[in-house]
């Protein structure tokens, strides 16, 4: 029987913030602080991402949107879980039906 690697032989994941046009980013700024205004600080004005990225090129395998840092933040966990704990196939079989960037 042969031992399976874990994805994250393979790949990593990270936060970073969606690439918006000039237009979207201003308005997402407005509303954000429109939203803190009135006392609700949960409006994030960058829209933070988890992608998953190749360790040889750097090429997305995933990137999956999020509506606030703290949803990233738990996404980011339990992906950086799965990607210790899955051999790639598994991971992909679990992960690539929730991908924005089809």
Not at 59 to 78: C, D, F, G, K, M
């Amino acid at each position: 029987m042969t031992e399976e690697t874990h994805a994250s032989s393979g790949y990593e994941a990270r936060l970073e913030a969606v690439k918006t046009g000039p237009l979207r980013a201003a308005g997402r700024w407005v509303v954000a602080l429109a939203s803190a205004t009135l006392g609700d600080a949960e409006f994030e004005a960058n829209e933070p991402q988890v992608v998953v990225h190749s360790r040889l090129d750097d090429s997305v395998l995933l990137s999956l949107h999020t509506s606030s840092l703290e949803e990233a933040e738990r996404l980011i966990v339990q992906i950086r879980e799965d990607l210790d704990s899955m051999t790639v196939e598994e991971f992909k079989n679990e992960w690539l039906p929730a991908n924005d960037d089809r």
